[in-house]
């Protein structure tokens, strides 16, 4: 190049940006001794620190802000040659601008171009490479910094600015131009369809919940309500609500914030994490995050943008998001799958997060189950519910999550055994459920006539759940064809409430069997008065009332009975509810659905939730043009209008799982549930 060359490099500790200067840098292919520089390297704590022995330089900058796009000549070994020795480092581009006056400095803290060209993972890699100094030492510290300098300037020569940074794409350019998020953005879906009245109005209120981060779209907040004058949190971006949003934007051909959205939380899954003195798993992933902008030191008039993760401790009785890491594996596999950019799940760094989240799943400990177990309130459910042990939700998604990661993980030395370990859980996880959590009109005859207190390894009530647990309302609501899987499991306890997104999450991942999924549909269906009613769905059923209430959530008054997570309506359940039925060949259902909502959410103003037995009311609480509300409406009738599209995101029978079952049932035993799947 003949333009100078300017890059701030920091070792992931505020304030302590080091500046290298050149107009040949290693950084573009050329070695910085070649000007008279000199550049230690030292690894230290798999910290890089660098240092510069300076001299006057002038520096220069691309104007545009670049977020993370590749702007490095691919064909080049960065810094050198140094490989994955860097991969620690965090390389970022940063501006000032100008606002009303005052330069306004923006930095942003994103995954590392030099990691851009080692995307794959495989067992040439060496002992110090960048997936064992992430594993080892790279948590307890914050992402890094390149800073922008001046206006004026320009990182590339202009030929060449032109010739490369404008043609910077997501992936091969295939997937539609996925990098324009500006304010003058139509609200229309860029596939060409002509869309309702209704459908334009989501996509204007879902692009108005976008959040920028240092000039790139990095998710949505949970919702955007005018009249809101204590948000709370729900003007933070949040893993699980952003997934129907991440859905509808990929279904429209825009990945750029998908794939923004998915770095930058797996940086935030490094951060330190600490609730009084006591700190959880590395592989923890944050609830949410927020974009703040807050004055530089020492810098009058300038600002940066950093983000700030909640692991749970500002939550409301600190839980941890369980799910939070399960929904970002799905999300992972879902960007690949639409996009056919499986470059970023063969990243190292993206290859060590999904490690690093299983790893933590798949520890070992007391339990006897396969089953993951839970405090109240780790996933959706965010409050006290009593759904602490092993609801259903969380194993759906546990079960999805071990289903992906198998997909997305590169096998090698250092993979092998948790692809084994991965291949056993779901052997496992899938039998418990399928035997143990479906409840159907056959089997609570069963429950009925139960002996208890057996004491024997043959023993049919392996749980010893007493008969008396079978409430008075379920032996009329359950239909006589059809069934559903249970809320929770433990000893001498099942939960008999119809939790909805587990079941329907259950039939989208095949841990229930087919026969099961298809009475999953047929009681929803059969039930469509008291699921669905007014609005969809139920989030579960029936409500606690009167003591149960009292007892089960302690009084609490925004869980009082139908309302919220008690029995409250939910309409972003709709695209859940629409990717299970496509998946069944039930494509009727869903749009039966989908039109009971379209009647209401607009007049509503895009509420989270609905109260009352049939949902007629807004919630009491419920914030308006809720952003997964809408992007769940989108997601529904994007998938209804390409259901060919909903094969990305559901799976069959996993076949290779029946051959290696491992339930341990003997010959003129109970049959195996999933044999009996195969034979079917």
Same mark, same amino acid.
């Given at each position: 190049m003949n333009s100078g060359g300017c890059l701030g490099v920091s070792s992931m500790k505020p304030c302590s940006n080091i500046l290298i200067l050149g107009k040949k840098s290693s950084i573009f292919g050329s070695s910085l001794l070649e000007r008279g520089h000199s550049c230690e390297y030292n690894l230290s704590k798999s910290q890089l620190k660098l240092y510069y022995s300076s001299i006057k330089a002038n520096c220069s900058h691309n104007r545009k802000i670049l977020g993370f796009r590749r702007v490095i000549d691919s064909n080049r070994r960065v810094f050198g040659g140094s490989g994955s020795n860097w991969g620690q480092s965090k390389v970022f581009l940063a501006d000032r601008v100008k606002k009303n006056g005052s330069f306004r400095s923006v930095i942003a803290n994103v995954a590392s171009n030099i990691r851009n060209n080692s995307n794959s993972v495989g067992s040439r890699l060496p002992e110090n490479s960048f997936e064992n100094i992430y594993i080892q030492g790279g948590f307890n510290v914050k992402p890094l910094i390149i800073e922008r300098i001046e206006e004026s300037q320009d990182l590339f020569g202009k030929d060449e600015e032109k010739g490369k940074v404008d043609e910077v794409k997501v992936n091969d350019g295939t997937f539609g131009d996925t990098n324009r998020f500006s304010e003058a953005e139509v609200s229309e879906p860029a596939l060409g369809i002509h869309v309702s009245e209704v459908e334009k109005e989501a996509w204007e209120l879902l692009r108005g919940a976008i959040v920028n981060y240092c000039g790139s779209p990095v998710g949505t907040v949970a919702a955007t309500d005018p009249a809101d004058k204590q948000p709370l949190n729900y003007d933070q971006v949040f893993i699980r609500d952003f997934v129907p949003s991440a859905l509808a934007f990929l279904l429209n051909g825009e990945g750029e914030i998908v794939k923004n959205f998915l770095l930058h939380t797996l940086q935030l899954q490094s951060w330190e994490k600490t609730v009084d003195c006591y700190s959880p798993g590395q592989g923890l992933m944050p609830a949410s995050f927020k974009v703040r902008n807050v004055p530089l030191d020492g810098r009058d008039g300038e600002f940066e943008d950093l983000l700030?993760?909640?692991?749970? &401790?500002?939550?409301?009785?600190?839980?941890?998001p369980v799910d939070s890491g399960l929904w970002w594996i799905i999300l992972l596999r879902s960007y690949g799958k639409i996009t056919g950019d499986y470059s970023l799940q063969e990243r190292v760094d993206v290859q060590t997060g999904i490690r690093l989240i299983l790893n933590l799943c798949l520890t070992d400990g007391f339990d006897m189950f396969p089953t993951l177990l839970v405090t109240d309130g780790s996933c959706m459910i965010d409050r006290r519910m009593g759904i602490h042990g092993h609801p259903l939700e969380i194993q759906a998604l546990f079960y999805s999550a071990l289903r992906c990661s198998r997909e997305m993980l590169t096998v090698n030395d250092t993979t092998k055994n948790l692809v084994v370990a991965i291949n056993n859980r779901l052997s496992a996880l899938s039998f418990h459920v399928r035997e143990y959590y479906w409840v159907d009109l056959k089997k609570i005859n069963e429950i009925h006539r139960y002996k208890t207190e057996e004491y024997s390894s043959e023993a049919v009530n392996k749980f010893n759940i007493y008969p008396e647990q079978i409430p008075g309302w379920l032996v009329d609501w359950i239909p006589d064809s059809g069934g559903y899987l249970c809320g929770n499991l433990q000893p001498a306890h099942m939960d008999f409430r119809f939790f909805t997104l587990g079941n329907l999450w259950s039939v989208i991942s095949s841990l229930s069997t087919d026969k099961q999924s298809e009475g999953?549909?047929?009681?929803? &269906? &059969?039930?469509?008065?008291?699921l669905v009613a007014e609005m969809p769905l139920k989030i579960c059923y029936p409500a606690l009332e009167h003591d149960e209430w009292r007892i089960i959530t302690g009084g609490d008054p925004k869980n009082t009975p139908w309302s919220y997570h008690n029995g409250g309506s939910w309409p972003t359940l709709t695209w859940q509810f629409t990717l299970a039925c496509i998946k069944m060949g039930r494509p009727e259902l869903?749009?039966?659905?989908?039109?009971?909502?379209e009647q209401r959410l607009p007049g509503d103003s895009w509420p989270e939730y609905y109260d009352t037995k049939q949902g007629r009311f807004t919630g009491k609480q419920a914030r308006l043009q809720q952003t997964w509300t809408i992007a769940g409406y989108l997601t529904s009738k994007m998938l209804l209008r390409n259901p060919e599209m909903a094969s990305m995101l559901f799976w069959n029978e996993d076949y290779e799982v029946l051959e290696k079952c491992v339930c341990g049932l003997k010959t003129g035993r109970r049959n195996c549930y999933r044999l009996a799947a195969r034979s079917q």
């Amino acid at each position: 190049m003949n333009s100078g060359g300017c890059l701030g490099v920091s070792s992931m500790k505020p304030c302590s940006n080091i500046l290298i200067l050149g107009k040949k840098s290693s950084i573009f292919g050329s070695s910085l001794l070649e000007r008279g520089h000199s550049c230690e390297y030292n690894l230290s704590k798999s910290q890089l620190k660098l240092y510069y022995s300076s001299i006057k330089a002038n520096c220069s900058h691309n104007r545009k802000i670049l977020g993370f796009r590749r702007v490095i000549d691919s064909n080049r070994r960065v810094f050198g040659g140094s490989g994955s020795n860097w991969g620690q480092s965090k390389v970022f581009l940063a501006d000032r601008v100008k606002k009303n006056g005052s330069f306004r400095s923006v930095i942003a803290n994103v995954a590392s171009n030099i990691r851009n060209n080692s995307n794959s993972v495989g067992s040439r890699l060496p002992e110090n490479s960048f997936e064992n100094i992430y594993i080892q030492g790279g948590f307890n510290v914050k992402p890094l910094i390149i800073e922008r300098i001046e206006e004026s300037q320009d990182l590339f020569g202009k030929d060449e600015e032109k010739g490369k940074v404008d043609e910077v794409k997501v992936n091969d350019g295939t997937f539609g131009d996925t990098n324009r998020f500006s304010e003058a953005e139509v609200s229309e879906p860029a596939l060409g369809i002509h869309v309702s009245e209704v459908e334009k109005e989501a996509w204007e209120l879902l692009r108005g919940a976008i959040v920028n981060y240092c000039g790139s779209p990095v998710g949505t907040v949970a919702a955007t309500d005018p009249a809101d004058k204590q948000p709370l949190n729900y003007d933070q971006v949040f893993i699980r609500d952003f997934v129907p949003s991440a859905l509808a934007f990929l279904l429209n051909g825009e990945g750029e914030i998908v794939k923004n959205f998915l770095l930058h939380t797996l940086q935030l899954q490094s951060w330190e994490k600490t609730v009084d003195c006591y700190s959880p798993g590395q592989g923890l992933m944050p609830a949410s995050f927020k974009v703040r902008n807050v004055p530089l030191d020492g810098r009058d008039g300038e600002f940066e943008d950093l983000l700030d993760p909640d692991f749970g &401790e500002s939550a409301i009785g600190r839980v941890a998001p369980v799910d939070s890491g399960l929904w970002w594996i799905i999300l992972l596999r879902s960007y690949g799958k639409i996009t056919g950019d499986y470059s970023l799940q063969e990243r190292v760094d993206v290859q060590t997060g999904i490690r690093l989240i299983l790893n933590l799943c798949l520890t070992d400990g007391f339990d006897m189950f396969p089953t993951l177990l839970v405090t109240d309130g780790s996933c959706m459910i965010d409050r006290r519910m009593g759904i602490h042990g092993h609801p259903l939700e969380i194993q759906a998604l546990f079960y999805s999550a071990l289903r992906c990661s198998r997909e997305m993980l590169t096998v090698n030395d250092t993979t092998k055994n948790l692809v084994v370990a991965i291949n056993n859980r779901l052997s496992a996880l899938s039998f418990h459920v399928r035997e143990y959590y479906w409840v159907d009109l056959k089997k609570i005859n069963e429950i009925h006539r139960y002996k208890t207190e057996e004491y024997s390894s043959e023993a049919v009530n392996k749980f010893n759940i007493y008969p008396e647990q079978i409430p008075g309302w379920l032996v009329d609501w359950i239909p006589d064809s059809g069934g559903y899987l249970c809320g929770n499991l433990q000893p001498a306890h099942m939960d008999f409430r119809f939790f909805t997104l587990g079941n329907l999450w259950s039939v989208i991942s095949s841990l229930s069997t087919d026969k099961q999924s298809e009475g999953i549909l047929n009681l929803i &269906e &059969e039930k469509w008065d008291d699921l669905v009613a007014e609005m969809p769905l139920k989030i579960c059923y029936p409500a606690l009332e009167h003591d149960e209430w009292r007892i089960i959530t302690g009084g609490d008054p925004k869980n009082t009975p139908w309302s919220y997570h008690n029995g409250g309506s939910w309409p972003t359940l709709t695209w859940q509810f629409t990717l299970a039925c496509i998946k069944m060949g039930r494509p009727e259902l869903a749009r039966k659905a989908v039109a009971v909502a379209e009647q209401r959410l607009p007049g509503d103003s895009w509420p989270e939730y609905y109260d009352t037995k049939q949902g007629r009311f807004t919630g009491k609480q419920a914030r308006l043009q809720q952003t997964w509300t809408i992007a769940g409406y989108l997601t529904s009738k994007m998938l209804l209008r390409n259901p060919e599209m909903a094969s990305m995101l559901f799976w069959n029978e996993d076949y290779e799982v029946l051959e290696k079952c491992v339930c341990g049932l003997k010959t003129g035993r109970r049959n195996c549930y999933r044999l009996a799947a195969r034979s079917q």
